[in-house]
């Protein structure tokens, strides 16, 4: 039995299944072959955005629709409490660590609790 909803004819999918978009933090980044893949396959991919400077966002989303001409989604995650100043991108998430460094202790406990290490990518 085939799952059709009335979201698939909303989205123009086929499976009511919608991959969750990962955000870059530290380097990492929804890779677009996964994006495609899912929609490829019937479901919703989704890019993370949060975290990508425009010309990298826009880079990305031109790979993924060089992989695939069906529907995908893009999040763009905005804290309610952010950063009120400007600057680059390594000092407004340092002035983020500083306001709340709760949540730098909760990202670094993960890394160390799975053996993680920072990975970068390249566009």
Do not use: W
């Not at 698939?8 to 893949?37: H, K, N």
């Not at 990508?52 to 993924?64: H, M, W, Y």
């Not at 409490?81 to 460094?101: L, M, N, V, Y």
């Amino acid at each position: 039995m085939i799952l059709h909803t009335p979201l698939c004819d909303l989205l123009g999918i086929r499976y009511p299944i919608m991959q969750a978009g990962m955000g870059s933090f530290q380097g990492l980044v929804t890779p677009p072959a996964l994006v495609a893949a899912v929609s490829n396959a019937g479901g919703m991919g989704c890019l993370g955005g949060t975290g990508l400077q425009p010309d990298e966002l826009r880079a990305t989303i031109r790979q993924i629709r060089a992989l695939t001409d069906k529907p995908f989604g893009l999040t763009l995650l905005v804290p309610a409490k952010t950063s009120t100043e400007g600057g680059t991108r390594a000092e407004i998430r340092a002035d983020i660590a500083r306001r709340f460094p709760e949540h730098r202790r909760f990202v670094d406990s993960l890394f160390e609790r799975f053996g993680l290490q920072p990975a970068t990518v390249s566009m």
